[in-house]
């Protein structure tokens, strides 16, 4: 049966476009996207849902971390969900959710993980700091999630070239571009396939 799987954006959805994009290309195999939630009432990957008829979501993050924490397991929990994809999702979640979904979480980050990532390195900031370090290479990581921020084992990564006239916003686009928007739907569609085995640290991609 078809995974079910949950998308949990925070912003203007782009990553979350291309799994849909890759959806209705058949390049997802073996999963169904079936709910967007968000915590920001406004945003625009909710429209992104509405308008490919996924279900939508609202859960505000104000207040406490593990109260919030405990109505989005519960929700996901409630719609029986195997994956949930963080795709510019800007809330840490707390152990409950790592917990409950051990395994079972990836996220997208736009950097080389283990450079410019954990507590602070999110959005535009990753960028600025790259650029700031002068590194010459930078890319995105699509990983699981346990407790560490940002520290969960590799599933895939691409490499991304700086250029010496990049602004953190042009670094930004290439970077969604040339590297989330390829690997996030690859590593879904390798999650959905059952191709993904997690050995220590290191993830091994089983062959068809
Ligand atoms: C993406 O670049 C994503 O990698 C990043 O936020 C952006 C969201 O864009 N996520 C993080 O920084 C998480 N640490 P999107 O809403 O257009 O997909």
Redesign the pocket.
Known sequence: MAKRIAVL?S??????QALIDAQKNGEILGGEIVLVLSNKENAY?LTRAEQNGIGTAVIPSAGDREAFTKKVVDYLVQQKIDLVVL??FMIILGQQFTKTFRGRILN???ALIPSFCGDG???LK?HEKALEYGVKLTG?TVHFVNEVT?GGEIILQKAVAVREDDTPETL?RRV?EEA?WKILPQAVSLFCQDRLVIEGRKVKILDK
């Open positions: 954006a912003g203007s959805g782009t990553n979350l990957a795709a510019g997208v980050h736009p390195f999110y959005g990753v995105a940002d930004q969604m989330e």
